[in-house]
């Protein structure tokens, strides 16, 4: 059995977690029953929108402790669920929370743990799990020793959401109980991505437009946040225009960034460093608007302008408009 921990907040699911469950299906196969699992208090809308994937069962782990995330409450809540459905893998999207919480529940398993999956395959009976290394240049094919169960973290936009099987009808729902001392929890939650009135979780964004350094100057990243106003989309940049202070730090996009896997995802005056790439590369469709038509953006591009941005990103504009 694949087990799934999905990520919802507020009742309201991360869509990461229907990556996670494409990827839990993929390892799978045929025959091996995948199960998901959420975690909260007042979960029943996630459940109930996970029970329309080609599932087994969706488990709600319900406890007072956890309506606010904590690592502490968390690893507890999954260790228990896991040490009680025994699964072959246990399969996370690769989000701020899991990156928290997911080490600390392999070390409290003592199991393996690969992340940032990017891909699956099977060598000799056995799965392999394919990961970036040295931001994105190679990549390692990982084969998990030890007991099971093996802890998965699957990178966002590595696995299309859109192709998660449905089943012929709604899976059934059932309750865990989570057992949780209090008094063990030592962080205080917090709400995510509230620091700032600009804040984004970029990785949650269907449409973005991100600015290069092609942009030139500060003053001109207003000409990107029209289009990016006119594409109903959010304003993101890569490393050099955050370094320099002109878009804040959780704009990012990258290896030093956010990695995001949005429907549509414009490039404007970015070259395409590989650092950038592997944070966006899962992207749906990629328009890609640079002047120098050998930038290596064009290679990973759908559709490609090559073409002054100041030139480009008006037109466009007026046309969406219309």
Known sequence: MILVIAEQRNDKLNRASWEAVVAAQQLAGEGIP????????????????????????????????????????????????????APAHVVFAHTYQTRD????????????????????????????????????????????????????????????ADTVQKGPAPAPVTSATATIDPGTVRQTPEAPFQEAKQAVDLSQAERIVAVGRGIKTQENIAVAQQLADAFGAELAASRPICDNGWLPMERQIGSSGQTVAPKLYVAVGISGAIQHLVGMKGSRTIVAINKDADAPIFEVADYGIAGDLFDVAPALIAELKK
Do not use: C, N
């Open 101 to 160: 919480f997911a080490p600390a529940l392999a070390a409290r398993l003592d199991r393996a743990l690969v992340t940032d999956v990017i891909g699956l395959k099977v060598a000799e009976g056995r799965p392999l799990f394919a990961r970036p290394m040295f931001q994105g240049k190679l990549l390692a094919d990982v084969a998990l020793g030890g007991p099971a169960p093996h802890l998965v973290t699957v990178q966002i936009g590595a696995f299309r």
């Open 34 to 85: 995948v199960k998901v699992a959420v975690l909260g208090q007042g979960v029943s809308t996630a459940a109930s929108e996970l029970a329309q994937a080609e599932v087994a069962e969706v488990i709600t782990v319900e406890h007072e402790a956890l309506a606010s995330y904590t690592s502490d409450a968390f690893v507890q809540a999954a260790a228990g669920l896991v040490t009680a459905t």
